[in-house]
């Protein structure tokens, strides 16, 4: 991995950095996760369609193409309802850097398919640093050995981020399969659409049962919320998916992006609250940061293990 040119690991970062800053936005609106996820999915597809009109249609589509895309879309509108709905319940600075541990459940279930290469030891090593970072961040003053765990546990946030976590180590490892299948932005269109138009489908039936929910929810402002987000997700993706055709390691590339993600995740809460915006829990995002930081910086160190090793 040392011979590739340092150019393409700016993809996963890329990617990192935007999705960081992507997830970040739901902790300032009230819009319900489904509609949420559904319009910025569909705002998404377009920048994704440039790509592959630029690109090309693929010259051939294997079978398993869809098979794997639509099961991968359904695992997807699960894990990013979830992800809208968790900065809601839990504070971003808790709950995203939990992204970190996705590496470690691709890296496991890399090793059962045999997808792409395993890293080396250097890069296990950065990903044991990532695990070890999300314990210092739920490490507060006064706690045993056994505190974070128990913070974790009941965190319903937390919890939501764990289970994200176990949909990803499934669905990081198709999304390799299916670009493979057929082509990276190919994929992206057809998998994308697939989750918006499934989202508002199911934001449409949620509506019918709890209209109260969705009273103000179509407005210039939750529009500007969807439209920064499926922009900054779509861009993220681009690069993610790009990523792949240049380093075949699955695990290095969820490593960088999702400790990138944790990164700019756990912090953007307090960068944007600066800059005015209120998010869900802005006060308790600022709780601990003695210990916070020094964790986040673990993470990035383990990232450049991860790259290097």
């Known amino acids: 991995m040392a011979d590739t040119h340092w150019i393409i ?13 992507a997830w970040a936005v739901p902790a300032f609106t009230r819009i319900p996760s489904l509609a949420f996820i559904g319009a910025g999915f569909l705002i998404a597809v ?14 051939t589509v294997k079978p398993e193409f869809w098979s794997v895309t639509i099961i991968n879309a359904a695992l997807l509108v699960v894990a990013f309802v979830m992800l809208a709905a968790i900065p809601k319940c839990a504070p971003l600075i808790l709950t995203r850097p939990i992204g970190a541990l996705t590496p ?16 080396g030891k250097g890069g ?12 210092l961040l739920n490490l507060e003053k006064g706690m045993d050995v056994w505190g974070p ?12 981020q764990l289970g994200v976590v176990m949909i990803f180590m499934v669905t990081s490892n198709l999304d390799y399969i299916a ?3 057929a082509s990276g932005p190919f994929y992206l269109v057809v998998c994308h659409s697939f989750v918006g138009i499934g989202c508002l489908i199911l934001a449409a ?22 439209a920064i987000f499926g922009t900054l997700f779509a861009v993220s993706v681009i690069a993610h998916i790009a990523a792949f055709s240049w380093i075949p390691t699955v695990s290095y590339v969820i490593g960088i992006k999702e400790s990138l993600t944790a990164v700019i ?5 307090i960068v944007l609250g600066w800059l005015g915006l209120k998010s869900h829990y802005g006060t308790e995002e600022k709780k601990s940061l003695v210990t916070r930081i020094p964790a986040l910086g673990l993470i990035a160190a383990g990232l450049m293990l991860v790259v290097t090793g």
């Open 9 to 21: 690991w700016a993809l996963p970062v890329i990617a990192g950095v935007l999705n960081g800053f």
């Open 265 to 269: 995740g756990g912090t953007s809460a």
């Open 124 to 135: 296990t090593i950065g990903i044991a640093m990532m695990v070890g970072a999300v314990y």
């Open 46 to 59: 377009p920048f994704e369609a440039v790509w592959l009109f630029s690109a090309g249609m693929p010259e």
């Open 205 to 226: 039936l949620d509506w019918l049962w709890r209209p109260a929910q969705y009273k103000g929810v179509v407005s210039w402002r939750n529009f500007g919320f969807c």
């Open 179 to 181: 670009a493979k299948a």
């Open 149 to 160: 765990f128990r913070a974790i546990a009941h965190s319903r946030g937390a919890l939501m």
């Open 104 to 119: 470690v459940a691709v890296l496991i279930l890399s090793i059962a398919m045999g997808v792409g290469d395993l890293p």
